[in-house]
T-cell receptor, first 116, second 113 residues
């Protein structure tokens, strides 16, 4: 069974600084999808970024980028120029490929605090 | 705003009762997923529907059931409620296949007293 591990329960960063959140996963699949979701205090789950395992290029979305290391089964999220609004729980998630259930498997999350 | 709506936002009920949570997917989305978020279990997949048909089941209790209607909205029914069922219940939707990104609704916070 696939598992997702986020080893940092809590992290903090100063406003305008850069922070990296770690995620590792375990799977025997070759094709899959990885996601980072953000959950601010409002509890809404917001998609941050998506990475397809077959793509070698790391995904980027504005200030958010990932470092995808397929062989190491690592998928870290880098937040540049951190803003107060980035304060949230961040969840790493894994999706099995076509033909499977298609549900997301989540890590336990990293609570990020951005300090002024 | 993801385009996924869930009602009610909050629900307080007593043990042994039954409640229904409602979800309307994004316009055009055929797949609906239900997830439970609790302090001890984290975010867990419950069940998926695709165009009215059950597609996959996760860690869903027998006391829980769901359905997706012809207009594609979905309902999650929770019965014989226990204290441990208190959680945030999310609905998510995606366009067509399992490969599509899932967009989450705001959730329904259930408190069982």
């Amino acid at each position: 069974a696939q598992t997702v591990t986020q080893s940092q329960p809590e992290m903090s960063v100063q406003e305008a600084e850069t922070v990296t959140l770690s995620c590792t996963y375990d799977t025997s699949e070759n094709n899959y999808y990885l996601f980072w979701y953000k959950q601010p205090p409002s509890r809404q789950m917001i998609l941050v970024i998506r990475q397809e395992a077959y793509k070698q290029q790391n995904a980027t979305e504005n200030r958010f980028s990932v470092n995808f290391q397929k062989a190491a089964k690592s998928f870290s999220l880098k937040i540049s120029d951190s803003q107060l609004g980035d304060t949230a729980m961040y969840f790493c998630a894994f999706m099995k490929p076509r033909g499977s259930q298609g549900n997301l498997i989540f890590g336990k999350g990293t609570k990020l605090s951005v300090k002024p | 705003d993801s385009g996924v709506t869930q009602t009610p936002k909050h629900l307080i009920t007593a043990t042994g009762q039954r409640v229904t949570l409602r979800c309307s997917p994004r316009s055009g989305d055929l797949s609906v997923y239900w997830y439970q978020q609790s302090l001890d279990q984290g975010l867990q997949f419950l069940i998926q529907y695709y165009n009215g048909e059950e597609r996959a089941k996760g860690n869903i209790l027998e006391r829980f059931s769901a359905q997706q209607f012809p207009d594609l909205h979905s309902e999650l029914n929770l019965s014989s409620l226990e204290l441990g069922d208190s959680a945030l219940y999310f609905c998510a939707s995606s366009a067509r296949t399992e490969l599509e990104t899932q967009y989450f609704g705001p959730g329904t916070r259930l408190l069982v007293l």
